[in-house]
């Protein structure tokens, strides 16, 4: 479904500049922008992709990955299509860079039913870029917010200041992904920058009544260096100790070729990380990956893949000692 897109201007010779992510796209008669699905139309920005959703699914919320957000629950994900990146390593490269992979239409409101009939606690926005699809993220977390559900948004946090601004009242919890913390790195490989995406960052990490994460997929040769973790773990740490951080370890996709992420190199740089953040933990390795106490060592929730269970944690407290520990239930 075409609507008529937020956040543009419109510019001399009918052309339009979007004004929804950094990349600013001025966008001529007939073309679209970065992202592939918002379209200039006459004079007019449409995004193209309203209600279309290319994929739906409960999934564990701790494969968003969210491990501080209601731990154990399911949660109804859909994603769309399109994307402002180009990561060469993409893990969903079918849908992010096919702006015309089949679709199925949902009302926001149908959108909250599904989620509702399945027994969901919310509703993710994930599996693409969730933020190019926002007319429609924007109208849905209003209603899900209206019904008692949970937004979250699974992100690459490539959004200008001010629509994040306006959908940062209707958020619960948030993943960010912090692909690296070498700008070149990111022009290269990704088709972005790095400033826009640690703002993003900051500006959620302020909301304390929003759940934030950080995810970072370590692949080798590019962003494994300690340096670069020492800078990107300094950073999460001047937004807040406790954020908790994901290292997810890279397997070979799309037009990346690179070995996979050594167990080694993971473990190394979860210590680094360690040294300055509270939680830190390994993902796409398998095994387990628990939270324990900080101040009595107790264990909080068990984690086995997909199997979570909450042990000592009594509305966002350690059982054992009573310290709180930053979790949103």
Sequence with gaps: MEKEARYYVRRDGGKVQCRLCPHNCVIAEGKAGVCGV??????????????????????????????????????????????SFRCRFCQNHGISQDPDYPTEYYSPADLAGAAERQGSIGIAYTYTEPLVWFEYVL???????????????????????????????????????LKSYNDDFYRKTIGGSLAPVLDAIAEVAAHKDVCLEVTTLVIPGCNDGEGEMEMIRD????????????????????????????????????????????YVYLGNVGGSSDTRCRECGSLLVERNGYRTRVVNLDAGRCARCGKTAPFFI
């Design 38 to 83: 918002r379209r200039n139309r006459e004079g007019t920005l449409f995004t193209m992709i309203y209600g279309e959703v290319s994929s739906a699914a409960m999934d564990p919320i701790e494969k968003k990955p969210l491990y501080h957000f209601h731990p154990g629950s399911q949660i109804f994900s859909v994603g769309t299509v399109g994307c």
């Design 235 to 278: 950073f999460l740490a001047s937004c807040g100790r406790e954020i908790p951080f994901h290292l997810s370890a890279y397997y070979p996709r799309y037009e990346f070729d690179a070995p996979p992420t050594p167990g080694k190199t993971l473990e190394r740089l979860k210590e680094i990380a360690g040294r300055k953040l509270a």
């Design 139 to 177: 109208d849905a977390s209003r209603i899900a917010r209206e019904r008692g559900l949970k937004n979250v948004y699974v992100t690459n946090g490539y959004i200008n200041r001010e629509p994040l601004r306006e959908l940062l009242p209707y958020a619960d919890a948030f993943n960010i992904d």
